[in-house]
């Protein structure tokens, strides 16, 4: 899959002078220093391929570099003329790794940035990348710490896209490219330090431990955190100061106020933003000195940033300094929400014993029985009032490199219970904050997150079940909002899972696992069967009237060999008639198990010997038409064994097989009419016979005769309607297996069969015996006289 490949001059001219610019740049830099970099030379994708890139960004990274070279580019108006099943994309995403083709919507969501103007990977009012482009020769993309947050990004390869990505393939034709990706990761070198060039410093908050008072209702904690009054002013020569506070346990919520202390003309606004430094056009929130404290509820575990701004200076030399404090509420001891009166359970991941995916494994509440997957809620659920309804919450981690898994959760009850799930990263989800959610009768509609929902009578009761595919690494909370716990009659069950495939992968097909080109995150993902296809094995691609009709064509086509194995054993070629009856038997032995009727052997067995036989079905014939000597035929034929057992071993199904089998069978020809011809008495006496010394004219004369001779050789030696015939069937086949597709694949392998058998029948009926009456010298008049004498 990989092999060398150098660099154009005018490309390595572009590296020099990029690498010489970035020491200059260095030299006038202090502060910024590359921290890592991560390398992928050479990613040689088939069609239907896909893989991913791991990178990882430092909490302390200012900016990351990526570099993508391929061997094709695509620019709009030709990605419009592509299928989707054709066109290479790179995607990236943070988090987890990208599926773009879950829908038609979503991929064109990811797409939409570069068909409407062509740009490339940006971000617009949002620190959560994920797009989509297709491949272009050089593609540079710089982002930097005021656009993305630090963390896990995943760069996603594909070389085609739609349902038929997964589904299994008897051929995989198309077009292959080669994709070079060069990453680097630029840090400042103080940890307080930000900016592109890491020239701004970044003010940490001194924060202690608040006891609760009367300000607080009973149960919760609080932390608040403030500036320096020594360094909290700002003027017209530096008007903006950036701090940050970094929560380390699940908040309740967060509230931020700012004071002026001195001033001499102006406004503070102050913009925050989770894990991303905020600007004045990309923020989470906002608020303005003198206005209410900016009060966020159920915040994320994490880093957050405040940049404050002053603006609209009265006097030429003014100055306003202020005082900034920032509470953090939180519970503790198995409580969470405003109030401290829901319940939060943490749960502790289970591996399965012999998984079949790494990571493969149930979640259950810490110190209680592991023997069942499953665990009952009744005696965990919140019991905060008889009437109003209530939140549950449970706290699981996904561990490092799980994140291609699928998280599944299950919430079964018997009773008409109502309940609601909802989930967020980081962070307590409720109803109106929340990253995905499901109930009994809708869900966040997010391409991933998949519900199957339903509330189908008492009987049944409520089937909640949610997957969310590839999630992330780290702590997820989900929330289960439900009635109180001391109105619910019936026994509700969970079930935690993390998972490989979605539902099996709809029991058309297996669940297999991969691991991307970083070697850190193994991902999961569907082979589907013939039939169907898509990230779930769920789309039905050949009907189950097509897949009978394809099966027929293609295992009743190879009746064709019956055509050349009939007629080698009415001459007596036994070894033919051999080589023609086998080749057509693990031809159809091969398709029977390609389709799924039956396999008698294992599939790469069947088809190593249907390529295998019919290649040497091929060549076979054309080194007949030379009726040598078996013992030369037998030393064609063992060249010819090596030979196309080597193309059905390492690329049975490359469409240029046919070109090379043709090209190796007139070289046996070739050599097999040499040895014939050498060997026939005619030539002999004609060598013998040659003066040098002879006129010139008579010398011209003799080589006319000679290949006047020939001809008439060649036209005794076949039968010539029968040779035309066959090369216009050998052309039909040539024709069938280059325009071979995975969607149309059937109808011209089983064209193959016909036309290459019947190719091989009409050569047969050509070729004469061979004759030992040869004129392919002239004859000397004295000769003739003295035999006539």
């Known amino acids: 899959m990989m092999d060398s490949w150098h660099l154009s001059p005018s490309t390595e001219l572009i590296l020099i002078v990029f690498v010489l610019f970035a020491g200059f740049v260095s030299s006038q830099n202090q502060y910024e220093s590359l921290q890592s970099s991560y390398s992928q030379h050479d990613l040689w994708l088939r069609p239907y391929e896909w893989t991913y890139?791991?990178?990882?960004?430092?909490?302390?990274?200012?900016?990351?570099?990526?570099?993508?070279?391929?061997?094709?580019?695509?620019?709009?108006?030709?990605?419009?003329?592509?299928?989707?099943?054709?066109?290479?994309?790179?995607?990236?995403?943070?988090?987890?790794?990208?599926?773009?083709?879950?829908?038609?919507?979503?991929l064109n969501s990811l797409l939409m940035r570069f068909r409407t103007n062509?740009?490339?990977?940006?971000?617009?009012?949002?620190?959560?990348?994920?797009?989509?482009?297709?491949?272009?020769?050089?593609?540079?993309?710089?982002?930097t710490r005021e656009q993305i947050s630090p963390g896990v990004w995943y760069v996603g390869y594909f070389n085609g896209l739609g349902p038929e990505r997964t589904q299994s393939k008897m051929i995989s034709r198309g077009k292959s490219y080669k994709v070079t990706?060069?990453?680097?990761?630029?840090?400042?070198?103080?940890?307080?330090?930000?900016?592109?060039?890491?020239?701004?410093?970044?003010?940490?908050?001194?924060?202690?431990?608040?006891?609760?008072?009367?300000s607080l209702q009973p149960g919760l904690k609080s932390i608040v955190c403030s500036n320096s009054n020594d360094s909290s002013c700002l003027n017209q020569g530096g008007s903006s100061k950036l701090y940050y506070i970094d929560i380390s346990t699940m908040p309740s919520q967060f509230n931020i106020s700012l004071k002026t202390t001195s001033s001499s003309g102006g406004i503070l606004i102050g913009y925050v933003r989770y894990d991303v430094v905020p600007s004045g056009d990309e923020y989470d929130y906002s608020m303005q000195i003198g206005g209410p404290p900016l009060i966020v509820?159920?915040?994320?575990?994490?880093?957050?940033?405040?940049?404050?701004?002053?603006?609209?200076?009265?006097?030429?030399?003014?100055?306003?300094?202020?005082?900034?404090?920032?509470?953090?509420?939180?519970?503790?001891?198995?409580?969470?929400?405003?109030?401290?009166?829901?319940?939060?359970?943490?749960?502790?991941?289970?591996?399965?014993?012999?998984?079949?995916?790494?990571?493969?494994?149930?979640?259950l509440p810490k110190d209680g029985p592991t023997d069942s997957a499953t665990f009952p809620l009744i005696n965990l659920l919140s019991n905060y009032s008889d009437n109003q309804e209530s939140y549950t919450f449970f706290f699981l981690d996904i561990p490092a490199g799980a994140a291609g898994s699928i998280i599944h959760v299950q919430v079964k009850s018997i009773g008409q219970d109502?309940?609601?799930?909802?989930?967020?990263?980081?962070?307590?989800?409720?109803?109106?904050?929340?990253?995905?959610?499901?109930?009994?009768?809708?869900n966040s509609g997010n391409p991933v997150l998949l519900s199957s929902n339903g509330t189908t009578g008492a009987a049944t009761g409520v089937n909640l079940e949610i997957f969310m595919l590839y999630a992330r690494e780290g702590t997820w909370c989900f929330g289960l909002k439900h009635p109180s716990a001391k109105v619910i009659k019936s026994q509700p069950l969970m079930y935690v899972s993390l998972v490989g495939c979605y539902k099996g992968c709809s029991n058309h097909g297996s669940c297999k696992y991969s691991v991307d080109e970083s070697g850190l995150t193994f991902y999961s993902y569907c082979a589907c069967d013939r039939d169907h296809g898509a990230f779930d094995c769920s789309e039905e691609i050949v009907s189950p009237k097509g897949h009978v009709r394809q099966s027929i064509f293609l295992i009743a086509s190879n009746a064709a060999a019956i055509l050349p194995a009939y007629w080698a054993i009415r001459q007596k070629a036994f070894a033919e008639w051999i080589l023609y009856t086998s080749s057509g038997i693990s031809s159809a032995l091969?398709?029977?198990?390609?389709?799924?009727?039956?396999?008698?052997?294992?599939?790469?067995?069947?088809?190593?010997?249907?390529?295998?036989?019919?290649?040497?079905?091929?060549?076979?014939?054309?080194?007949?038409?030379?009726t040598i000597d078996e013992s030369s035929k037998r030393a064609i034929h063992a060249g010819v064994f090596i030979l196309t057992a080597l193309l059905a071993a390492t690329g049975a199904t490359r469409a240029s097989n046919i070109g090379i089998v043709i090209a190796i069978g007139s070289l046996g020809l070739l050599i097999g009419w040499l040895l014939e011809f050498n060997q026939a008495r005619r030539l002999v006496h004609w060598s013998q016979r040659i003066n040098f010394?002879?006129?010139?004219?008579?010398?011209?004369?003799?080589?006319?005769?000679?290949?006047?001779?020939?001809?008439?050789?060649?036209?005794?030696?076949?039968?010539?309607?029968?040779?035309?015939?066959?090369?216009?069937?050998?052309?039909?086949?040539?024709?069938?297996?280059?325009?071979?597709?995975?969607?149309?694949?059937?109808?011209?392998?089983?064209?193959?069969?016909?036309?290459?058998?019947?190719?091989?029948?009409?050569?047969?009926c050509s070729t004469r015996a061979n004759m030992n009456n040869y004129e392919l010298a002239p004859q000397d008049s004295s000769s003739r006289d003295t035999g006539e004498s």
């Not at 030709?78 to 066109?87: A, N, T, W």
């Not at 359970?345 to 494994?361: E, G, V």
């Not at 799930?421 to 307590?428: M, P, V």
């Not at 069938?736 to 109808?747: A, C, G, H, P, V």
């Open 693 to 764: 010394q002879f006129h010139l004219l008579n010398q011209w004369e003799n080589i006319r005769s000679m290949l006047l001779n020939l001809l008439d050789a060649l036209k005794k030696r076949f039968r010539w309607g029968f040779l035309v015939l066959g090369f216009v069937f050998l052309a039909f086949a040539g024709t069938s297996w280059k325009l071979e597709s995975n969607r149309d694949y059937w109808i011209w392998h089983s064209l193959w069969h016909i036309t290459i058998y019947t190719s091989s029948f009409f050569f047969l």
């Open 53 to 106: 890139l791991r990178v990882e960004l430092p909490l302390w990274f200012s900016s990351v570099t990526m570099n993508f070279l391929s061997d094709t580019n695509i620019d709009r108006d030709e990605m419009r003329d592509l299928s989707k099943s054709e066109l290479p994309v790179l995607c990236l995403k943070d988090g987890n790794p990208l599926i773009p083709d879950l829908s038609d919507a979503y």
């Open 118 to 143: 062509g740009s490339v990977f940006g971000v617009n009012n949002s620190s959560h990348l994920e797009q989509c482009v297709p491949f272009q020769t050089n593609l540079t993309v710089v982002l």
């Open 418 to 442: 109502n309940f609601e799930l909802y989930s967020k990263f980081r962070g307590l989800p409720l109803n109106d904050t929340w990253d995905y959610y499901a109930t009994s009768k809708n």
């Open 181 to 214: 990706t060069n990453i680097y990761v630029s840090g400042c070198s103080v940890s307080t330090s930000w900016g592109s060039a890491c020239n701004q410093t970044m003010y940490t908050l001194s924060c202690m431990q608040s006891y609760t008072n009367g």
């Open 297 to 363: 509820d159920f915040p994320r575990v994490g880093r957050w940033y405040i940049i404050v701004q002053a603006v609209n200076f009265t006097g030429l030399n003014g100055t306003i300094c202020f005082s900034m404090d920032w509470q953090v509420v939180g519970c503790g001891n198995g409580k969470a929400g405003t109030n401290c009166s829901w319940d939060a359970l943490a749960l502790q991941r289970i591996p399965k014993r012999k998984p079949s995916i790494p990571f493969d494994s149930y979640y």
């Open 590 to 626: 091969y398709h029977a198990c390609d389709v799924g009727t039956w396999c008698i052997l294992s599939f790469r067995v069947l088809q190593f010997l249907d390529f295998w036989l019919s290649f040497m079905a091929v060549v076979s014939t054309f080194v007949f038409m030379a």
